[in-house]
């Protein structure tokens, strides 16, 4: 692994439910935001389903979130804020959401794309990744490479775009990190702005996302860190 030095003048994070972005990459937003870079952030489902709550109405649950999102959103120096609205649950690689992802990407012309490992499963024995996810992470790298770039993928949308690069997040064989020393504060207070999700436990959030952070950064000798698969789509550097 190594450190990506990288400044982009501009990011564009997809990702699945509203407070997905914040836990995967929230540090890396916020860095890159305070550096001067154009940040953009697609929620694509309204996250109504998030609750083992059977008393919280889902059009309730989703319009709180939504709230979450908007003020998470401020911490980490969003400065477009897109929420695709589509049922919880159902996120799919069709050619429908590759249409909505191409047409977002030409027309923020983000030089860095921040999303889901799809390929990533099996988190140990107990934890598996949601289908939300897997289905948005190959979603969007099927949009920036080649659906984006290409003039003939959705002729009648924007003049085609060329990411430079995609982090992928929750990645399980990570190849870089982030130094996220100076933003990892406005990590938590960006995770915990999703009350919803947190069941009164907001100390305890705060404790897992600084030691994840710490643990990643150790490896590198560095102090709190967020870790990525890089990949170029081809012909980029
Ligand atoms: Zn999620």
Redesign the pocket.
Known sequence: MYELKAKPKSALAI???PD?ADVACGGTLALWSSLGARVGLVVCTRGEKGTVDVGLKPDDLAEQRAEEVRSASRFLGVDELYLLELNDGEVTNTLDLRSRLVGLVRRFRPEVVLTPDPTAVFFGEHIYN?R??RELGYAVLDSIFPAAMLPHYFPDDQPPHRVTTALLAGALEPTCVVDISGSLELKIQAVTCHRSQLQGEAEAMDHVLRARASELGRRLGLRYCEAFRRISPAGTQ
């Open positions: 990702f699945a439910h997905d949601h939300d996810h």
